[in-house]
């Protein structure tokens, strides 16, 4: 139930460098939203993104294909599956869609992590 900061390597410029200064936190409660918020100074308007493994997307946003590059810097917007509407509600979007970072291979240690946070939950 802990936020997390992360930030390590370059800093967020042109392409995004995702990862790079990320806050992390369980989206399994809609309310982390009004804390994060609250803390933050930002607006209800602003949601937050889920950050998926490239290996589950499919299963999480409806229409997803693995040659979505673009989905690796949050600038593509999903339908969400039933289940992962259920499982993350606090990333899911009041028109049931998110707009997720989908991780691969070339974001190595925040994939590491979220697939430590996966092996835990």
């Given at each position: 139930?802990?936020?997390?900061?992360?930030?390590?390597?370059?800093?967020?410029?042109g392409?995004?460098?995702?990862?790079?200064?990320?806050?992390?936190?369980?989206?399994?409660?809609?309310?982390?939203?009004?804390?994060?918020?609250?803390?933050?100074?930002?607006?209800?308007?602003?949601?937050?993104?889920?950050?998926?493994?490239?290996?589950?997307?499919?299963?999480?946003?409806?229409?997803?294909?693995?040659?979505h590059?673009?989905?690796?810097?949050?600038?593509?917007?999903?339908?969400?599956?039933?289940?992962?509407?259920?499982?993350?509600?606090?990333?899911?979007?009041?028109?049931?869609?998110?707009?997720?970072?989908?991780?691969?291979?070339?974001?190595?240690?925040?994939?590491?992590?979220?697939?430590?946070y996966?092996?835990?939950?």
């Amino acid at each position: 139930g802990r936020v997390v900061g992360l930030a390590y390597g370059r800093m967020e410029f042109g392409p995004r460098a995702l990862g790079h200064r990320s806050i992390l936190a369980q989206a399994t409660d809609r309310a982390i939203n009004d804390r994060l918020n609250a803390r933050l100074r930002r607006t209800e308007f602003m949601p937050f993104a889920p950050v998926t493994l490239r290996s589950q997307a499919e299963r999480c946003f409806k229409g997803w294909r693995g040659d979505h590059a673009a989905a690796r810097y949050m600038t593509m917007c999903y339908e969400t599956t039933a289940e992962f509407a259920a499982q993350c509600p606090a990333t899911v979007h009041v028109d049931s869609t998110a707009r997720p970072q989908v991780l691969g291979e070339e974001t190595e240690l925040y994939e590491q992590i979220v697939r430590a946070y996966i092996d835990r939950t």
